[in-house]
T-cell receptor, first 112, second 113 residues
Framework: DQQVKQNSPSLSVQEGRISILNCDYTNSMFDYFLWYKKYPAEGPTFLISISSIKDKNEDGRFTVFLNKSAKHLSLHIVPSQPGDSAVYFCAARSSGTYKYIFGTGTRLKVLA | DTAVSQTPKYLVTQMGNDKSIKCEQNLGHDTMYWYKQDSKKFLKIMFSYNNKELIINETVPNRFSPKSPDKAHLNLHINSLELGDSAVYFC????????????FGEGSRLTVL
């Protein structure tokens, strides 16, 4: 049972445009969410997080939106750059537990 | 200076062998993890240690045995390797069990022939 789902395995976006990566979850106890970026042959790198008490968190070109009623979060990258081409994972954790559950990732390709 | 380092990065071995992967973090974190990324790209937690104490032990065959000699190190030993053990194994650490994001190592790609 996959509690965190990224239904789009891949996404292509033109340089300078907005990239929107989506993530859905099923466990209503999740209260902390993270996005990671992963380049080939490297470990995932933390990008941005959001707590369930917020519905938006912004850090430079990256913004994460959380819609608790829909159990949905999204990562917006504006403007997209070729260096953003990577696999993006969302992850979620419920309070009082020690483990993050990861989605299967979305491969973003930013076209120059 | 790498924050979370794993060795070896690549490991090719025969079925039935025993192998170990080592992990060290220099971040001063209390909690360390092993994750497995299989061929379907799922990143699944296997084990977690907090200050040398095992706190997460997912449904993993007991051929896998983690060891944490101190809070900066978490090693993974695998006995009697099987074809299905082929995967990328990631070590990670976090400040505590409930605070801070995960910092990952570069991964160790294990191929069992």
């Amino acid at each position: 049972d996959q509690q965190v789902k990224q239904n789009s395995p891949s996404l292509s976006v033109q340089e300078g445009r907005i990239s929107i990566l989506n993530c859905d979850y099923t466990n209503s106890m999740f209260d902390y969410f993270l996005w990671y970026k992963k380049y080939p042959a490297e470990g995932p790198t933390f990008l941005i997080s959001i707590s369930s008490i917020k519905d938006k968190n912004e850090d430079g070109r990256f913004t994460v939106f959380l819609n608790k009623s829909a159990k949905h979060l999204s990562l917006h990258i504006v403007p997209s750059q070729p260096g953003d081409s990577a696999v993006y994972f969302c992850a979620a954790r419920s309070s009082g537990t020690y483990k993050y559950i990861f989605g299967t990732g979305t491969r973003l390709k930013v076209l120059a | 200076d790498t924050a979370v380092s794993q060795t070896p990065k690549y490991l090719v071995t025969q079925m039935g062998n025993d192998k170990s992967i080592k992990c060290e973090q220099n971040l001063g974190h209390d909690t360390m993890y092993w994750y497995k990324q299989d061929s379907k790209k799922f990143l699944k937690i296997m084990f977690s240690y907090n200050n040398k104490e095992l706190i997460i032990n997912e449904t993993v065959p007991n051929r896998f045995s983690p060891k944490s000699p101190d809070k900066a190190h978490l090693n993974l030993h695998i006995n009697s390797l099987e074809l299905g053990d082929s995967a990328v194994y990631f070590c990670a650490s976090s400040l505590t069990t409930t605070t801070g994001e995960l910092f990952f190592g570069e991964g160790s790609r294990l191929t069992v022939l």
